[in-house]
T-cell receptor, first 116, second 115 residues
Framework: NAGVTQTPKFRILKIGQSMTLQCTQD?????MYWYRQDPGMGLKLIYY???????DKGEVPNGYNVSRSTTEDFPLRLELAAPSQTSVYFC???????????????FGPGTRLTVL | GESVGLHLPTLSVQEGDNSIINCAYS??????FIWYKQESGKGPQFIID?????DKRQGQRVTVLLNKTVKHLSLQIAATQPGDSAVYFC??????????????FGQGTILTVHP
């Protein structure tokens, strides 16, 4: 299994541009997540999805949108890029087994985004 | 808001020493705790987890201790190696229902292992 893959690895955007960060997992996990990590900080949850067609906001959702049309893919959309969105973005996935409690989140390698 | 935090932002040790990384949490409803290792330029990598009905769990060269009385979590790494150099994050979650999987991460501790 490739696990969680993210593209692109790096991107530079101008203020006001838009882009989509891609995330794919091949572990058949029903839960997927998007985090951002600012320099020297921990990860903050942007959006998450508990299954195809279901998404919900995390701690810092403003300026982002997501969709989940398939189990495997969970793209993150930036509509009007702002310098405050300069960060490293990580996608993660986990399984959910009813009654088993939490399951491990597996992270992708990240996308480093700079907005100038 | 409630959060997970770390006592020390940096830790330097000699190769072969044991390392202890500490974490304090404030959410008394948290019942699942995880330690992640993040190497430069990479995503967080799962190390070990512990549920609130346990106070100790051991893995390969790592031990996690949970003290619910004082809301404290620690990661012990035995015989630390240069390859252990990384940023270590603790995270917590309240398992179940709509809170499932919503991890709250601490700031991180930078572990540097000197040969």
């Amino acid at each position: 299994n490739a696990g969680v893959t993210q593209t692109p690895k790096f991107r530079i955007l101008k203020i006001g541009q838009s882009m989509t960060l891609q995330c794919t997992q091949d572990m058949n996990h029903n839960y997927m997540y998007w985090y951002r990590q600012d320099p020297g900080m921990g990860l903050k949850l942007i959006y998450y999805s508990v299954g195809a067609g279901i998404t919900d906001k995390g701690e810092v959702p403003n300026g982002y949108n997501v969709s989940r049309s398939t189990t495997e893919d969970f793209p993150l959309r930036l509509e009007l890029a702002a310098p405050s969105q300069t960060s490293v973005y990580f996608c993660a996935s986990s399984a959910y087994v009813s009654g088993a409690g939490e399951d491990t989140q597996y992270f992708g390698p990240g996308t480093r985004l700079t907005v100038l | 808001g409630e959060s997970v935090g770390l006592h020390l932002p940096t830790l330097s040790v000699q190769e072969g020493d044991n390392s202890i990384i500490n974490c304090a949490y404030s959410n008394s409803a948290s019942d699942y705790f995880i330690w992640y290792k993040q190497e430069s330029g990479k995503g967080p990598q799962f190390i070990i987890d512990i549920r609130s009905n346990m106070d100790k769990r051991q893995g390969q060269r790592v031990t996690v201790l949970l003290n619910k009385t004082v809301k404290h979590l620690s990661l012990q790494i035995a015989a630390t190696q240069p390859g252990d150099s990384a940023v270590y994050f603790c995270a917590d979650a309240h398992a179940g229902g709509t809170s499932y999987g919503k991890l709250t991460f601490g700031q991180g501790t930078i572990l540097t292992v000197h040969p």
